[in-house]
């Protein structure tokens, strides 16, 4: 048997499953940590290990700065990743947490050779190269104050309001925000990779401000299967949709594990 890989920061296992056959790891929306998660592991089948990504800044890490570098953030989370890559894994990711999975998809490949068996990519537009008239006309709210920066975030539906309101969260949460809106304002797709060598699975909300033509366009980043779902509610439907959402991700995943198991 494998030893298990040492303890990350980056890394949290709320029920950790040596015996499984594939690793999950969950990518939160802008503001969130791995709390978002922590329930997941009961929904999904015995032989997936669910691994929430702890980015710095919250949960066990509120005594790191946050990252507001792509560049940073991409080589740092592929590097706590990477010792846990010794058996097969997937990725998901919700919102900002999308982008995010998307890009570390790509950069292990850059850096690894290393591919993951699904990509689910929830509540987030696909990538696309930003047009000239864009920029210009663009208006990014990370650099605004902090009282005209959270009512720029709340008109955006995009954090939860229970965060939002509670003043004591919003102490510790502004600079994740912050940092996490930067990421999103500055984020710059680089059209001139080949798509991913697996299958991508977009999710979205019946209500939610994301439109399905958006969701849709994730099937020109793969170059194997694509699928597109539509669940009850706004854009946090992985929330209040949660079961439903668990129910799909366990059934593209029994098929991946089904193939491993065939070939153990």
């Not at 990711?93 to 699904?118: C, I, N, Q, W």
């Not at 019946?206 to 597109?228: E, M």
Request: charged share 25%.
């Amino acid at each position: 048997m494998k030893a298990e890989p040492s303890p990350s920061r980056w890394i949290v296992r709320p029920k950790p499953k040596p015996q499984a056959l594939l690793r999950l790891f969950c990518f939160p929306y802008a503001g969130g940590g791995s709390w978002i998660f922590h329930s997941w592991p009961n929904g999904l089948p015995q032989s997936v290990e669910m691994c929430a990504v702890e980015l710095p800044g919250r949960g066990k890490r509120m005594d790191e700065a946050p990252v507001s570098s792509w560049a940073a953030l991409l080589r740092e989370a592929t590097e706590a990743l990477r010792p846990y890559l010794d058996k097969p894994f997937a990725l998901f990711g919700h919102s900002l947490g999308a982008t995010v999975s998307f890009e570390v998809a790509r950069e292990l490949r850059r850096r690894y050779d290393l591919a993951p068996m699904y990509l689910f990519v929830s509540g987030r537009p696909a990538p696309r190269p930003v047009k000239l008239h864009e920029r210009l006309f663009h208006r990014s709210i990370h650099t605004l104050p902090d009282t005209a920066f959270l009512t720029q975030v709340r008109k955006l539906n995009g954090t939860p309001e229970e965060l939002l309101a509670n003043p004591e969260l919003m102490k510790f949460s502004l600079p994740n925000l912050r940092a996490d809106f930067t990421l999103s304002e500055t984020y710059a797709y680089e059209p001139k990779e080949a798509p991913l060598e697996c299958p991508i699975a977009a999710l979205g909300g019946s209500k939610d401000s994301v439109r399905r033509r958006d969701l849709d366009a994730w099937r020109h980043q793969t170059a194997r299967y694509f699928s597109l779902e539509m669940l009850p509610g706004n854009h946090f439907f992985l929330q209040t949709a949660q079961s439903r959402l668990l129910q799909i991700i366990s059934r593209e995943l029994c098929k991946v594990v089904e193939v491993l198991a065939f070939q153990r």
